[in-house]
């Protein structure tokens, strides 16, 4: 038999392979619904024609479960109305473990198992931002097991959890995330779709979390004059500092995108307009971290070499236009708020107004951060401990969060995890940082149409670290997808072009 016979041949076994291995993975599905009860009967019949679409095109699987961690999972899950609670509504939940994320999470791991039985290639684990990402999971799950802290132990002094699921299995579900997604997103049109889903969510969530601060409809607290609330699309943006953080990354992939493609006519006023919604939406947040944040974003948008005359005018406009939008649209409450920032608008004793307790109670938050560290120094006390362990340690009683990345990483997973996760940061920044000096990578990506999102995502990196600063960020979704399209591009094209690169 010639060559182009026997690779038909093995074609068609491939494909029947995975024929067999849909019917078989769909049947075991629908056993699993059936089994809960006659009420899933529906869920079965979508879950299996769910799965024969997944087996096809994986990328849509993780595509799915992406949207389904930001849309409903994050934290206890509240009523939503208005659009995001519309939306939210259209996606299936399920209970307990027999939830559609897990579900679909399960048949894709038993799908990349196939894949690498069939395959045998194994080379996305040379990839060392996942393999740190794998470390991290490791370490923190570690600590959590010897902490000797459970739930009966918080219930005892009046505490409850705010998180859906223990704070161990959710590590390990966005570990699996990161490895799906970096697994089976590999095509440059695969990637344009990841991203496309987070920017559409993005714009979404700003929509209506600008309309929730200027309504007052939504609000779970005393600052209804804030944007988020429990109407927002991306459940865990209902906290302000993170809503400012997805409205800045979402602008972010918007102006790289439209500086590549040369975006004319109505493309480039529909990313004008949204670029616009972005930056009003910080300011309705009224997070003084969300407005720094998007300041150093800004410096690192137009600091980028090869800034052309024209970029930097259609920039300059841009944030004209928005301040003038700011000006005429967020509150007077929330302007006062945002620019009440201590030691730089104002002297200790002149701080006054909304806000104003704020970097105190900050700093106190810190010195208690340390005590606890002290308590466990290599590994800490545990991830998700944080609540208990400063309430028992706080003389206040308080059981506030960190509102610090860096300081909850510390006190949770002690130095260990501390260190690993800078080492993870600073690889998967220098990795593409490679890529964008390099000529040879740059010439390949830019005929892929992938050289604006090098850029952009190393921008992300760089301003999810200083929003990390302020809020507590690196256990969420949006970290295990900014390191999983850094990881993919890295292994895409720095990978395959080891030559050394000129610093």
């Given at each position: 038999?010639?060559?182009?016979g026997q690779l038909r041949r093995l074609t068609v076994e491939?494909?029947?392979?995975?024929?067999?291995?849909?019917?078989?993975?769909?049947?075991?599905?629908?056993?699993?619904?059936?089994?809960?009860?006659?009420?899933?009967?529906?869920?079965?019949?979508?879950?299996?024609?769910?799965?024969?679409?997944?087996?096809?095109?994986?990328?849509?699987?993780?595509?799915?479960?992406?949207?389904?961690?930001?849309?409903?999972?994050?934290?206890?899950?509240?009523?939503?109305?208005?659009?995001?609670?519309?939306?939210?509504?259209?996606?299936?939940?399920?209970?307990?473990?027999?939830?559609?994320?897990?579900?679909?999470?399960?048949?894709?791991?038993?799908?990349?198992?196939?894949?690498?039985?069939?395959?045998?290639?194994?080379?996305?684990?040379?990839?060392?931002?996942?393999?740190?990402?794998?470390?991290?999971?490791?370490?923190?799950?570690?600590?959590?097991?010897?902490?000797?802290?459970?739930?009966?132990?918080?219930?005892?002094?009046?505490?409850?959890?705010?998180?859906?699921?223990?704070?161990?299995?959710?590590?390990?579900?966005?570990?699996?995330?990161?490895?799906?997604?970096?697994?089976?997103?590999?095509?440059p049109r695969d990637l344009r779709l990841i991203v496309g889903?987070?920017?559409?969510?993005?714009?979404?969530?700003?929509?209506?979390?600008?309309?929730?601060?200027?309504t007052g409809a939504g609000q779970i607290d005393a600052g209804?004059?804030?944007?988020?609330?429990?109407?927002?699309?991306?459940?865990?943006?209902?906290?302000?500092?993170?809503?400012?953080?997805?409205?800045?990354?979402?602008?972010?992939?918007?102006?790289?995108?439209?500086?590549?493609?040369?975006?004319?006519?109505?493309?480039?006023?529909?990313?004008?307009?949204?670029?616009?919604?972005?930056?009003?939406?910080?300011?309705?947040?009224?997070?003084?971290?969300?407005?720094?944040?998007?300041?150093?974003?800004?410096?690192?948008?137009?600091?980028?070499?090869?800034?052309?005359?024209?970029?930097?005018?259609?920039?300059?406009?841009?944030?004209?236009?928005?301040?003038?939008?700011?000006?005429?649209?967020?509150?007077?409450?929330?302007?006062?708020?945002?620019?009440?920032?201590?030691?730089?608008?104002?002297?200790?004793?002149?701080?006054?107004?909304?806000?104003?307790?704020?970097?105190?109670?900050?700093?106190?938050?810190?010195?208690?951060?340390?005590?606890?560290?002290?308590?466990?120094?290599?590994?800490?006390?545990?991830?998700?401990?944080?609540?208990?362990?400063?309430?028992?340690?706080?003389?206040?009683?308080?059981?506030?969060?960190?509102?610090?990345?860096?300081?909850?990483?510390?006190?949770?997973?002690?130095?260990?995890?501390?260190?690993?996760?800078?080492?993870?940061?600073?690889?998967?920044?220098?990795?593409?940082?490679?890529?964008?000096?390099?000529?040879?990578?740059?010439?390949?990506?830019?005929?892929?149409?992938?050289?604006?999102?090098?850029?952009?995502?190393?921008?992300?990196?760089?301003?999810?670290?200083?929003?990390?600063?302020?809020?507590?960020?690196?256990?969420?979704?949006?970290?295990?997808?900014?390191?999983?399209?850094?990881?993919?591009?890295?292994?895409?094209?720095?990978?395959?072009?080891?030559?050394?690169?000129?610093?």
């Amino acid at each position: 038999m010639n060559t182009a016979g026997q690779l038909r041949r093995l074609t068609v076994e491939s494909g029947g392979r995975q024929v067999v291995l849909t019917l078989a993975a769909a049947l075991g599905v629908g056993l699993i619904s059936l089994l809960a009860g006659p009420e899933a009967i529906i869920l079965s019949v979508a879950l299996t024609g769910m799965a024969m679409v997944v087996a096809v095109r994986p990328q849509w699987g993780v595509a799915l479960i992406l949207l389904m961690l930001m849309v409903q999972y994050g934290q206890r899950r509240y009523e939503r109305e208005g659009v995001a609670g519309g939306l939210a509504a259209l996606l299936p939940a399920g209970s307990g473990l027999l939830t559609i994320n897990n579900l679909l999470g399960l048949f894709l791991a038993l799908l990349l198992v196939y894949h690498l039985y069939r395959d045998g290639d194994w080379s996305f684990l040379r990839s060392r931002i996942l393999q740190l990402v794998l470390l991290v999971t490791a370490v923190l799950v570690f600590s959590g097991m010897v902490s000797s802290i459970d739930v009966q132990d918080q219930a005892a002094v009046g505490l409850s959890t705010t998180s859906a699921q223990s704070p161990l299995r959710q590590l390990v579900s966005r570990a699996l995330f990161m490895v799906l997604l970096v697994f089976f997103v590999q095509k440059p049109r695969d990637l344009r779709l990841i991203v496309g889903l987070f920017v559409a969510l993005a714009l979404v969530t700003a929509w209506s979390g600008s309309s929730a601060a200027l309504t007052g409809a939504g609000q779970i607290d005393a600052g209804d004059y804030r944007a988020g609330g429990l109407d927002v699309l991306i459940q865990s943006t209902k906290n302000p500092n993170r809503l400012a953080m997805i409205a800045t990354l979402g602008l972010v992939f918007i102006w790289e995108y439209s500086q590549a493609h040369r975006a004319q006519g109505w493309l480039r006023w529909l990313a004008m307009a949204s670029m616009l919604l972005m930056i009003v939406t910080v300011f309705l947040t009224a997070s003084r971290g969300g407005l720094i944040g998007l300041l150093v974003t800004g410096m690192l948008l137009f600091v980028r070499r090869r800034a052309s005359a024209s970029r930097v005018l259609y920039g300059l406009a841009i944030a004209a236009v928005g301040l003038m939008l700011v000006q005429e649209v967020v509150p007077e409450q929330a302007l006062e708020r945002i620019t009440n920032i201590p030691g730089l608008s104002q002297t200790p004793d002149e701080v006054s107004g909304a806000g104003a307790g704020s970097a105190e109670r900050r700093q106190y938050t810190y010195a208690i951060g340390f005590e606890i560290w002290k308590q466990a120094p290599v590994v800490g006390v545990g991830p998700g401990n944080w609540p208990y362990v400063r309430f028992m340690t706080d003389p206040l009683r308080s059981a506030a969060v960190a509102h610090n990345s860096y300081l909850a990483a510390l006190a949770e997973g002690g130095l260990t995890t501390f260190v690993l996760y800078l080492v993870l940061f600073y690889v998967a920044l220098r990795d593409l940082g490679r890529c964008q000096r390099s000529k040879a990578i740059a010439q390949r990506a830019r005929a892929e149409g992938l050289e604006w999102l090098i850029a952009a995502t190393r921008i992300s990196l760089m301003a999810f670290l200083v929003f990390s600063l302020f809020s507590d960020l690196w256990d969420l979704v949006f970290a295990y997808l900014l390191l999983g399209i850094a990881a993919i591009l890295v292994r895409r094209y720095h990978a395959a072009d080891m030559a050394p690169v000129a610093a």
